[in-house]
T-cell receptor
Framework: GQQLNQSPQSMFIQEGEDVSMNCTSSSIFNTWLWYKQEPGEGPVLLIALYKAGELTSNGRLTAQFGITRKDSFLNISASIPSDVGIYFCAGSYTGTASKLTFGTGTRLQVTL | GAVVSQHPSWVICKSGTSVKIECRSLDFQATTMFWYRQFPKQSLMLMATSNEGSKATYEQGVEKDKFLINHASLTLSTLTVTSAHPEDSSFYIC???????????????FGPGTRLTVT
């Protein structure tokens, strides 16, 4: 099945640093979602975006829905050790209760 | 709110046997549930979409006779892996959503996953 391209694939950062990751697609989406997954668990929803150009924050997390509707980015400010995990973007374009297409994931590791 | 549970959390079975995995929405009624499969260090791949009271819709390449899905109530969906083989070993995750759960119903809430190992 289709997957969205995420970059970087993985990153090591120091505690306190800001993190930026993005997600691109060849198709247009009308909803972008960002999830975090920790080992052996299901993904947890972080931020949902519904309009092109929309910028939304959730604590230290900020995400934007690209103007072209084919991309999105997620920023994490002042990273802390508990930010470790895999971050997935997901796109949806068919309306209510619709299918999600997931990104390839960005693995984040934080060093003290 | 929006809690989804799965049972069992892990299971080991012998090749050729069948395994049933349950997905429950604990504090809301899920009109739609989704089943995903995730191999190690890979992303989630959608297997099927399940609407309460109707037949599941399977993604291309997913054998519907091998992965039986039943969504008999608004709070329970089951995935049965029939005649399991070692290549079916994976992390199976369900998600649930419903109209009115959030501002928009595009948001899916995920269960904790079930790790299946077929020996």
């Amino acid at each position: 099945g289709q997957q969205l391209n995420q970059s970087p694939q993985s990153m090591f950062i120091q505690e306190g640093e800001d993190v930026s990751m993005n997600c691109t697609s060849s198709s247009i989406f009308n909803t972008w979602l960002w999830y975090k997954q920790e080992p052996g668990e299901g993904p947890v929803l972080l931020i949902a975006l519904y309009k092109a150009g929309e910028l939304t924050s959730n604590g230290r997390l900020t995400a934007q829905f690209g103007i072209t509707r084919k991309d999105s980015f997620l920023n994490i400010s002042a990273s802390i050790p508990s930010d470790v995990g895999i971050y997935f973007c997901a796109g949806s374009y068919t309306g209510t209760a619709s299918k999600l297409t997931f990104g390839t994931g960005t693995r984040l590791q934080v060093t003290l | 709110g929006a809690v989804v549970s799965q049972h069992p959390s892990w299971v080991i079975c012998k090749s050729g046997t069948s395994v049933k995995i349950e997905c429950r929405s604990l504090d809301f009624q899920a009109t739609t549930m989704f089943w995903y499969r995730q191999f190690p260090k890979q992303s989630l791949m959608l297997m099927a979409t399940s609407n309460e009271g109707s037949k599941a819709t399977y993604e291309q390449g997913v054998e519907k006779d091998k992965f039986l899905i039943n969504h008999a109530s608004l709070t329970l969906s089951t995935l049965t892996v029939t005649s399991a083989h070692p290549e079916d070993s994976s992390f199976y995750i369900c998600s649930a959503t419903t109209i009115g759960l959030a501002a928009y119903s595009y948001e899916q809430y995920f269960g904790p996953g079930t790790r299946l190992t077929v020996t």
